[in-house]
């Protein structure tokens, strides 16, 4: 039970589901209480066994709850554990005090609407946070779950229900920031009073001062559209405000085409700027469905690692989630297996074959080129990613909206020295449950890794597969 005569501004009742998705979350309410009914420490011991995320999530919570119980009796579990944790200390100031963890120890009465089965865990989640309620007056009772559905019951029951907000990276998937920015058509009147410009091997730069250098920051793509048309890519950002800004390449035109591919809009330009760019070894590229992601990726790995011989080999994983109901257990190796999910590389790849030696040439030509970038290409599941180091490797992570932080994490944190890494992904197309636009693991590194020197980002906005393409993506 609860001590009333302790003030705190909430009490927080986690269900199961926040927990198998962040086990840290108890470390993540601050000063607040947390109470969890038993039913969620059954919930959590059904679901220890395997080797997924979630279960590995199960048992670092579970360790978590042990580690605070340590030389617990009953008095200390019904007067609330103190919830201390480094976690604690990133996450409050050093004025508050930290908040309690309280566990079930005995029955509370409640009675659930008509209908309504009592035996189903989450009806006796919501009938504890009832019980809870109604017993104490003093603060808040809030119920914390990932589950839409069990919010909305708790919603109708009267009771306050939140989704839980701790790995939001952001309030609104539009204040994401595209990569790009358009420079107003007087920018040269108010930036080019001290310009400098420079030449070095063969490349433009200028150094910019003025107002609009504050809101910039490495990497960070500019363009300026009227008489004089101006593309660049911000390269450093001085103490002073200064901004040095080098000129981009045009890879829309011929001269410029990567393994026969030329970029057919602006945002495709940029891409290709930075993912042909030795210096940046992360690059994540946003986009709808046909804006062309995955053919301009491949084709910069393609050129970078059979031509420029800058990349030992090209590595392609993702999220296998299917779209409608699972074909079941697949036979063969682990490239085997993960061919089935692997249709837009072999769609593209199909495109490049034909552009770069073996086009028009139909037979034995097209066949030695099929073969000779599929011996390049590696496909690999990201089941087996844990432990890897991947050195002078170019790897390719397609659907990254469907992994979490911590997946994202862990993929990143394999690159070994000489490897680039580049993640695709649409954040309106996400198939994984528990995970929104704004808790995306894509959404998150995309958010991170902003103004970092070695880092890029770009959105592409225009879908470029087809007429018929274009237009679903925009009345569907």
Not at 67 to 73: K, S
Not at 318 to 336: N, Q
């Amino acid at each position: 039970m609860i001590n009333n005569t302790r003030q705190r501004k909430c009490l927080f009742v986690l269900d199961t589901n926040v927990l198998m998705h962040d086990p840290t979350s108890i470390f993540r309410f601050m000063e607040h209480d947390i109470y969890l009914p038993m039913v969620v420490i059954e919930e959590l011991d059904n679901g220890k066994k395997g080797t997924s995320e979630t279960a590995r999530n199960v048992r670092q919570a579970s360790r978590f709850l042990d580690e605070l119980l340590q030389d617990a009796d009953l008095e200390n579990i019904n007067q609330g554990l103190l919830i201390e944790s480094p976690l604690m200390s990133k996450n409050r100031t050093m004025t508050t005090e930290p908040g309690r963890l309280f566990l079930q120890t005995e029955i509370e009465n409640y009675e659930l609407p008509t209908g309504m089965p009592g035996g189903r865990p989450d009806n006796q989640i919501l009938g504890i946070t009832l019980a809870l309620r109604q017993r104490i007056k003093d603060r808040d009772v809030i119920l914390v779950s990932k589950d839409i559905n069990l919010r909305i019951k708790a919603t109708a029951m009267g009771l306050k229900a939140e989704d839980y907000h701790n790995d939001q990276v952001l309030d609104d998937v539009s204040l994401l920031h595209s990569g790009i920015v358009q420079l107003p058509d007087d920018f040269w009147e108010s930036h080019g009073k001290a310009l400098e410009s420079w030449q070095e091997e063969g490349r433009a730069f200028y150094r910019i001062n003025g107002p609009q250098t504050a809101d910039w920051y490495v990497n960070l793509a500019l363009y300026l559209d009227g008489p004089s048309p101006f593309s660049g890519i911000v390269r450093a950002i001085d103490g002073d405000g200064s901004a040095i800004v080098e000129s981009a390449l045009n890879f829309q035109h011929e001269r410029q085409s990567v393994w026969g591919i030329t970029a057919r809009n602006r945002e495709q330009s940029f891409a290709l700027n930075h993912l042909m760019d030795p210096d940046v070894d992360f690059v994540t590229l946003l986009g709808q469905a046909g804006t062309g992601k995955t053919l301009i990726t491949l084709a910069a790995a393609l050129v970078q690692t059979l031509d420029k011989n800058r990349y030992s080999e090209i590595i392609m994983t993702r999220v296998t989630i299917p779209v409608g109901e699972d074909i079941g257990f697949l036979p063969g190796t682990e490239e085997e297996k993960m061919t089935p999910w692997m249709g837009a590389l072999m769609d593209n790849l199909e495109v490049l074959s034909k552009t770069e030696g073996a086009g028009g040439n139909g037979g034995w030509e097209r066949a030695a080129t099929n073969d000779l970038l599929r011996s390049r290409i590696k496909i690999r599941s990201l089941n087996f990613m844990r432990g890897r180091t991947f050195q002078n490797k170019f790897v390719i992570i397609d659907e990254a909206q469907n992994l979490t932080a911590k997946q994202m994490r862990t993929l990143i944190t394999r690159a070994g020295p000489g490897t680039k890494m580049v993640c695709l992904g649409n954040v309106a197309q996400i198939d994984t449950p528990y995970l929104t636009e704004t808790t995306s693991g894509l959404t998150f590194v995309v958010d991170r890794f902003k103004g970092w020197p070695h880092g890029a980002h770009i959105t592409l906005a225009r879908g470029e597969r087809s007429r018929l393409a274009e237009h679903a993506a925009e009345v569907l």
